[in-house]
Nanobody, 125 residues
Framework: QVQLVESGGGLVQAGDSLRLSCTASGRNFSNYSMAWFRQVPGKEREFVGAISWNGETTYYGQSAKDRFTFLRDISDNTLFLQMNNLRPDDTATYYC??????????????????WGQGTQVTVSS
């Protein structure tokens, strides 16, 4: 069974850090980029960032610049999102995702067909 499982969310205070993880299983994803999105109720899923299939290139959404870092362990299909200096407007459900095609990099949610169940991040002021 192909699945993505996120972990690491929680309740933190503004200025704190969190590290989210996403593990993909069920097949070999070494030729696929991996991405993070986030969503708050009533809004469209927002691209946070992505890392290329070989881990050499990262792509940042506007919300991730300067504070978030993307890492990938290709050997075990794990994606990480290191979030520093968190703000209340970072509060959302965070999802990892894999795009439809190998070596493709997507920036909008319709380009992805594999999603995790999400992990909630809540930042209090």
């Amino acid at each position: 069974q192909v699945q993505l499982v996120e972990s690491g969310g929680g309740l933190v205070q503004a200025g704190d850090s969190l590290r989210l993880s996403c593990t993909a299983s069920g097949r070999n994803f070494s030729n696929y980029s991996m991405a993070w999105f986030r969503q708050v109720p009533g809004k469209e899923r927002e691209f946070v960032g992505a890392i290329s299939w070989n881990g050499e290139t990262t792509y940042y959404g506007q919300s991730a610049k300067d504070r978030f870092t993307f890492l990938r362990d290709i050997s075990d299909n794990t994606l990480f999102l290191q979030m520093n200096n968190l703000r209340p407007d970072d509060t959302a459900t965070y999802y990892c995702a894999i795009p439809r095609g190998p070596r493709a990099v997507g920036y909008s949610w319709p380009e992805f067909d594999l999603w995790g169940q999400g992990t909630q991040v809540t930042v209090s002021s």
